[in-house]
């Protein structure tokens, strides 16, 4: 057995899970609670973010083991797809289009700050310290930053095609792992207390969020004109529609991407060799087919609500990837990295503030990139459930840029170290 399993208090992931969904109920019901300390608490303390940062305690404290659990497998696997056709399944796609141009625009400009932060990224760290982006041939430092840049700009797919193409030594490819989730999930808890902060945001920004409110709201009526108390059979159908579709997403995604990969491999570069991207692809596909059809109408018996949950568990699971202890053991390259994400997120505050976009836009323009299809609806749901799909069709923009644009940073960073 390997070591680092042996270290947690709890490796059992069924007591795990229980753990998880007891302290996602704990925050739901205080957040609820009209008791005047709870309601001051939540004020001041995003509920997601709570949701996503205690379990991340658990890890770092050492009563659980995030590193090696297969919950964030599960979820992300299973319950994202699940949750990503039960969100889309009621989504007004002409609402969603009504919302414009700035949405890619700062999609865009959050990819950009990707590519052009790595570079200068490492010419801000050497002229602070020469010795922190140091090494040759495979320790090479940019060489294992090329894999954040993958993950960064798309995900997983796009980060082990980097570690394919650069060839970075498997010591360092754990080192940047370690500073990749650990910078780009700090950066998602700030972005959660600014879902709270939103109004303020947008008015500082002078930004004109009224196609959200209008998507939003369009949502939340239908939502409640369609609304009735949900049967046995409402809930079984609706597991079925999630559960049903997100096998049949497994069964196409096992077949597609070993055919491409075996018949055009150049197609890797599109991440259309990923099994996990045409997963997610076939989900919110299915999801925005069956809108279209009288399935819509479960959304009055809680589809999205159900849809809901699976997010929020998934956040969990997210948040016990986090060992903040880990900060410390590669606090050079941590920093190297947060100079990194810090330019990502000047860039998309002056755009931001040129076009006046809604804090909105940014925040999942920026998930998008930094954790795509695993973060960004996670992010839009945050401002509402109805606002997930914006997320995952942002995402999927990520897959097809994630190898293009993490290639170029990597010759960028090549030049420039």
């Known amino acids: 057995m390997d070591q680092n399993q042996t270290s947690a208090l709890i490796e059992n992931d069924a007591v795990v899970l229980g753990i998880l969904m007891m302290v996602l109920a704990g925050i739901f019901y205080t957040s609820n609670s009209s008791h005047p300390v709870f309601k001051k608490f939540y004020k001041v303390v995003p509920m997601l973010l709570l949701c996503y940062f205690i379990p991340s305690l658990l890890t770092s404290f050492g009563v659980v083991d995030g590193e090696h659990s297969q919950l964030y497998f599960v979820a992300s696997h299973f319950l994202l ?22 949405a890619l625009i700062m999609f865009l400009t959050g990819t950009v700050g990707v590519i052009i932060g790595g570079p200068l990224a ?18 090479a430092v940019w ?4 894999t954040i840049a993958g993950s960064w700009i798309g995900g997983g797919a796009n980060q082990a095609a980097m570690y394919e193409i650069f060839k ?7 080192i940047m792992i370690t500073v990749d989730v650990l910078v780009a999930e700090v950066w998602m808890a700030v972005l959660l207390i600014g879902v709270g902060k939103s109004n303020q945001i ?8 009224s196609s959200v409110v209008s998507l939003k ?3 939340h009526e239908f939502s409640k004109k369609t609304a009735r108390i949900p049967s046995t059979i409402d809930l079984m159908v609706i597991l079925a529609i999630a559960l049903g ?5 497994h069964l196409f995604a096992d077949y597609l ?17 990923s099994k996990f991207f045409w997963l997610i692809i076939l989900s919110t596909t299915f999801g925005i087919g069956l809108s279209f059809t009288k399935f819509r109408q479960y959304e009055g018996a809680g589809a999205s609500k159900i849809g809901t949950v699976f997010i929020y568990v998934l956040v969990a699971t997210i948040g016990m990837k986090m060992d903040v202890t880990k900060i410390f053991d590669n606090i050079g390259l941590f920093l190297v990295g947060a100079i990194w994400m810090a330019i990502h997120v000047i860039l998309l505050l002056i755009v931001g503030k040129l076009i006046r976009a809604p804090y909105f836009f940014l925040a999942v323009g920026s998930k998008a990139n930094i954790g795509g299809a695993a973060s960004a609806p996670v992010v839009a749901a945050a401002f509402h459930p109805s606002l997930a799909p914006v997320g995952v069709l942002l995402a999927v923009l990520g897959y097809a840029f994630g190898t293009y644009g993490a290639w170029m940073c990597g010759l960028l960073m090549q030049a420039v170290a």
């Open 245 to 249: 579709l997100t096998g049949i997403a």
């Open 257 to 273: 991407a070993p055919f491409i990969q075996n018949h055009a491999p150049f197609l890797n570069r599109f991440s259309l060799t």
């Open 168 to 174: 970075p030594s498997d010591r360092l490819y754990s």
């Open 202 to 209: 947008d008015n500082y920004f002078k930004a004109d969020a």
């Open 122 to 139: 490492i010419l801000i760290a050497s002229a602070i310290n020469p010795d922190l982006i140091g090494g040759a041939g495979p320790d």
């Open 217 to 219: 709201n369009t949502m």
């Open 143 to 146: 060489k294992g930053m090329t």
């Open 81 to 102: 797809p699940a949750s990503l056709i039960l969100l889309t399944l009621s989504i007004n796609l002409r609402e969603v289009f009504k919302l414009g141009s700035k």
